[in-house]
């Protein structure tokens, strides 16, 4: 049986910033699932669809609300 542990190791702070985007499920402490086809474009030009929105606390007890989910986005 293997561990899950979240881990933050490295968080881009850009408070210019639209929306806040991880890839990462396991940020999450709470997240909807995006239910209507709503995409973004990612830095490479991609255009990929928001998998969940919600709110991720990052261990310094900073926390983020409305944190769109796309896996896509590395």
Partial sequence: M???TK????????SGANEH???EKAF????????????VTIPNGDTVNIKGVGNI??????????????PRFK
């Fill in 57 to 70: 606390y990052i261990p310094n007890g900073f926390g983020l609300k409305s944190v769109l989910n796309v």
């Fill in 28 to 39: 999450f402490e709470t997240m909807k699932e995006y239910l209507n086809s709503t995409s």
């Fill in 2 to 4: 293997t561990d899950k």
């Fill in 21 to 23: 985007v991880t890839h």
């Fill in 7 to 14: 881990t933050h190791d490295e968080w881009i702070i850009n």
